[in-house]
């Protein structure tokens, strides 16, 4: 029987691939759109064209942030082209009124958040999706956030995760689809398709970002922002194929990583940002850096401050700045002092407006809001993701299914009723008064059948303390 199951997966992972295109992106080969880009690009000024390679968190931080709070001066400047953690269809909305109504040429703004698993309704894990062997389901799912994201306002999401991650000890392990480049690789495109849908511009669809590019879960030692070395080998063969899935079924935008490979920062690399993604296959969207990847480069060695930061990750590649707060202070000054090209700024623009064409951005700018409860199919379909991912290594004795009927049942741990921890990491706008946790559930079914169950947590997490052996026991 496992066997068959095997088979039958990897007839499902073969299929998945075999739908995937091959060809470049309608979205990024139009030349109505370049056509549109050109005379947006020859009425902006220097400072407008580095507003558009920048981007703020504003709201819920997921990192150390710039301490900025002049948002909406920049915005209604022209200064300002993306902002992320600001969500609700009311909020976002406010923001994007200033952009279309207030600034210049109205260009309006893109707005992105780390949904990894679901946005309003949680599905599993990025990394319990994979135990699934089912694109389709992956795709589904990633519709369902897609569609709760953009009636948000949201229109961007840093999601895939296809860093492929062998060592356990990674924390970041969980975001990603495990160790084996062929499955992470079908499921990296199913990710792509269900967020942004038949067409970028759909009302219900969201620009896909592929992270980390590259080599970010081979830290060494499993230690975060840790280096990494890779054999080019291994590099073609292992790492980089899931990213180029998610090129191939028209991914918007990638996001480059924070440790170094093979001695040169992810975020300042030419060979991978720029031959490999850009020139072999022939990626139309842009770069974004991680949360201050740019000025992490200080950190790694190869710029001694912000200044020199922006130009080595610019020229290597990276069009817009998360959080390190380089672009906007330099990148027009570098360019002033030729370090920087003018067309190079322009290309990098031009890559950005693209993908805020493509998402019908300046058709429709502002969000829809609708219900922000969780759809009955929509649950279901989370239900049924879980229970697709569920793994049981061995059942000896057939001691499941539970037969409960007139015995005790002990149910021990402090997740078995912690619901705030069932929505699992970046759980986005998860709500734990939806989660209907273990303790809950196993006593609703204990109890049906006649039968008893008591709870004893045992412990805390992350702690030392043994204080609730004894109940336990």
């Known amino acids: 029987m496992r066997s068959l199951r095997i088979v039958f997966c990897c007839i499902l992972l073969a299929a998945?691939?075999?739908?995937?295109?091959a060809g470049p992106t309608a979205w990024g080969n139009d030349p109505q759109v370049e056509a549109r880009i050109d005379t947006l690009l020859k009425q902006m000024t220097l400072d407008e064209k580095v507003g558009q390679l920048i981007t703020y968190s504003q709201g819920a931080a997921t990192g150390p942030g710039t301490g900025r709070s002049d948002y909406k001066e920049m915005v209604a400047q022209g200064r300002l082209g993306s902002i992320f953690?600001?969500?609700?269809?009311?909020?976002?909305?406010?923001?994007?009124?200033?952009?279309?109504?207030k600034s210049r040429l109205h260009i309006p703004l893109l707005f992105g958040l780390d949904i990894i698993h679901g946005f309003r309704t949680e599905f599993p894990v990025p990394l319990a999706m994979s135990a699934t062997w089912d694109p389709a389901l992956v795709e589904q799912a990633a519709h369902v956030a897609a569609k709760e994201a953009s009636h948000a306002g949201v229109r961007w999401t840093y999601s895939p995760m296809v860093d492929i991650a062998r060592d356990a000890r990674w924390g970041r392990i969980v975001e990603g689809s495990g160790e084996d480049p062929y499955l992470g690789s079908a499921l990296a495109a199913a990710y792509v398709r269900g967020y942004q849908g038949t067409t970028l511009g759909g009302p219900e669809s969201i620009a896909s970002c592929s992270k980390h590019f590259v080599g970010y879960g081979a830290a060494e030692g499993g230690r975060d922002y840790n280096t990494a070395e890779i054999s080019l080998r291994t590099l073609r063969q292992v790492y980089l194929p899931p990213f180029q899935a998610t090129a191939e079924a028209g991914g918007?935008?990638?996001?480059?990583?924070?440790?170094?490979?093979?001695?040169?920062?992810?975020?300042?690399?030419?060979s991978t940002l720029t031959q490999v993604l850009r020139k072999e296959w022939g990626f139309k969207g842009f770069v974004v850096s991680d949360w201050n990847s740019i000025g992490e480069l200080i950190e790694q060695g190869v710029a001694a401050n912000h200044k020199v930061a922006a130009a080595k990750a610019f020229?290597?590649?990276?069009?817009?700045?998360?959080?390190?707060?380089?672009?906007?202070?330099?990148?027009?000054?570098?360019?002033?002092?030729?370090?920087?090209?003018?067309?190079?700024?322009?290309?990098?623009?031009?890559?950005?407006?693209?993908?805020?064409?493509?998402?019908?951005?300046?058709?429709h700018p502002f969000a829809e809001a609708k219900s922000d409860g969780i759809a009955s199919e929509d649950a279901a379909l989370a239900r049924k993701a879980a229970e697709e991912s569920f793994v049981l290594l061995k059942n000896e004795g057939g001691v499941l299914p539970l037969k409960p009927a007139g015995k005790t049942v002990a149910l021990i741990g402090p997740l078995a009723d912690d619901a705030r921890q069932m929505l699992g990491s970046w759980s986005a706008k998860g709500d734990a008064k939806d989660v209907?946790?273990?303790?809950?559930?196993?006593?609703?079914?204990?109890?049906?059948a006649s039968g008893h169950l008591i709870y004893a947590r045992g412990t805390d997490i992350l702690t030392m303390s043994d204080k609730g052996f004894s109940d336990a026991v």
Request: hydrophobic share 45%; glycine share 4%; aromatic share 4%.
């Open 16 to 21: 998945s691939i075999a739908a995937q295109s």
């Open 85 to 101: 953690n600001l969500t609700g269809a009311a909020e976002t909305n406010a923001m994007q009124k200033i952009a279309v109504e």
């Open 252 to 270: 918007a935008t990638f996001m480059s990583a924070f440790e170094t490979l093979n001695t040169v920062p992810a975020s300042a690399n030419s």
């Open 315 to 363: 020229l290597a590649g990276v069009d817009m700045d998360m959080e390190s707060n380089a672009y906007g202070p330099h990148l027009a000054e570098l360019v002033k002092s030729g370090v920087v090209q003018e067309s190079m700024v322009d290309e990098s623009v031009r890559r950005v407006l693209r993908v805020k064409i493509a998402l019908g951005l300046f058709e």
């Open 436 to 448: 209907i946790t273990l303790r809950s559930a196993l006593t609703r079914q204990v109890e049906a």
